[in-house]
């Protein structure tokens, strides 16, 4: 059985780099900080659907102390100079008496399009897929056409409705006959 709480692959990016998908720490809280603090006001806005300047102590403390079981989160870590840094993350958080789960990503913007997110993803689906999860969830911005280019060639069944500016994304976790 695979244990979300120690997770820890390898993966290589389009361009040749190696990075380490692993599961978050919480000692990883400022790494993580840094990450948001080197992405894009328009990254921010499509992973939180809003802009956002700054985050409460209480709202950290949330995105870094996950339980592993209803709240799940991966970081991407690359090498810079010798020195591993958070370059995103991406997590799945149960949302309660369903088998059902919300998804969200971030990437810092210097490592997009380099399969950060396929490789996030194709992570989150095993370790969801191992807890017995049989669909993950996702809002995203009708704009943000790369994330929904991504659900898309994830090969598993989906569907979408649209309100507003805001596509719902399921994704279907059980295995095709």
């Known amino acids: ?6 997770y820890s692959a390898t993966e290589v990016l389009r361009d040749g ?3 380490e998908i692993r599961a978050l720490r919480p000692q990883d809280q400022q790494a993580l900080i840094s990450a948001l603090d080197r992405s894009s006001p328009q990254s921010i ?16 403390s949330y995105f870094v102390n996950v339980d592993f079981v209803h709240h799940v989160a991966l970081v ?11 370059i995103g993350g991406g997590r799945y958080i149960v949302i309660p008496r369903t088998a059902k789960a919300e998804l ?3 990437v810092v913007d ?21 807890a ?3 669909e993950l969830v996702a809002d995203v911005l009708a704009s943000n056409t790369a994330m929904l280019k991504l659900f898309e060639n994830t090969g598993l069944s ?20």
């Open 132 to 134: 017995g999860l049989e």
């Open 1 to 6: 059985m695979i244990e979300p709480a120690s």
């Open 104 to 106: 969200a990503f971030a």
């Open 45 to 60: 806005f499509r992973r939180f659907l809003g802009a956002r300047h700054h985050f409460t102590e209480q709202e950290i």
């Open 76 to 86: 991407a870590v690359a090498d810079e100079n010798g020195k591993p840094v958070v």
């Open 110 to 130: 210097q490592y997009q399009r380099q399969g950060i997110g396929a490789a996030l993803m194709r992570h989150l689906v095993i370790l969801a897929h191992n």
């Open 17 to 19: 780099r190696t990075i």
């Open 158 to 177: 989906m569907s979408t409705t649209r309100e507003s500016e805001i596509v719902h994304v399921a994704l279907g976790l059980s295995l095709p006959a």
